[in-house]
């Protein structure tokens, strides 16, 4: 069992959808998680930022933290065509050693049409 | 420019050769890492740095080799490409004491005939 699992999708979806992906993870230890957008033929670029369990919001976008569940998602609202990338989440732990050491989802294909 | 730079964009080599992909960044930052990206597997971690002359192995290192003589480039050589080789290549820079955030280069796409 891979320690994150990301379902690759892909997720076609309409303009002004909301859209909700996840991740699941079976190590505890995780500390942080992270989301990432990757347009076509670019490189990843951090979109979310968390700690902690709850939600955090920025703009349209909502990043979840569940660690009694080992679950945490991120929500687009009102989705726009400009947000059509895929989206990987990562999670590390922030011990000696390790906090270098991210471990990444295979990343979700999102498509939203006009 | 600022930011994290890759070169080549885009390889294309035969068996057996040897490619080196460039990476440089202006930001001074401590990390600096190389991944591979390939359906299926996602992003793997090559090989990392701590700082200059200070590298550590990541997850498939075999048939790779990194130098990090300047804390700007951090170069990745591939002494003898074979085509389980071809992947998109990116690089990423982190700074010191900031957990977690990775900055990435655009990637090479890098093809072994």
């Known amino acids: 069992q891979k320690e994150v699992e990301q379902d690759p999708g892909p997720l076609s979806v309409p303009e002004g959808a909301i859209v909700s992906l996840n991740c699941t993870y079976s190590n505890s230890a995780f500390q942080y998680f992270m989301w990432y957008r990757q347009y076509s033929r670019k490189g990843p670029e951090l979109l979310m930022y968390t700690y902690s369990s709850g939600n955090k919001e920025d703009g349209r976008f909502t990043a979840q933290v569940d660690k009694s569940s080992k679950y945490i998602s991120l929500f687009i609202r009102d989705s726009q065509p400009s947000d059509s990338a895929t989206y990987l989440c990562?999670?590390?732990?922030?011990?000696?050693?390790?906090?270098?050491?991210?471990?990444w989802g295979l990343g979700t294909s999102l498509a939203v049409n006009p | 420019d600022a930011g994290i730079t890759q070169s080549p964009r885009y390889k294309i080599t035969e068996t057996g050769r040897q490619v080196t992909l460039m990476c440089h960044q202006t930001?001074?930052?401590?990390?600096m890492f190389w991944y591979r990206q390939d359906l299926g597997h996602g992003l793997r971690l090559i090989y990392y740095s701590a700082a200059a002359d200070i590298t550590d192995k990541g997850e498939v290192p075999d048939g790779y080799v990194v130098s990090r003589s300047k804390t700007e480039n951090f170069p990745l050589t591939l002494e003898s490409a074979t085509r389980s080789q071809t992947s998109v290549y990116f690089c990423a820079s982190k700074a010191s004491g900031v957990t977690g955030e990775l900055f990435f280069g655009e990637g090479s796409r890098l093809t072994v005939l």
């Open positions: 990562a999670m590390g732990r922030n011990d000696a050693g390790n906090n270098r050491k991210l471990i």
């Open positions: 930001w001074s930052h401590s990390y």
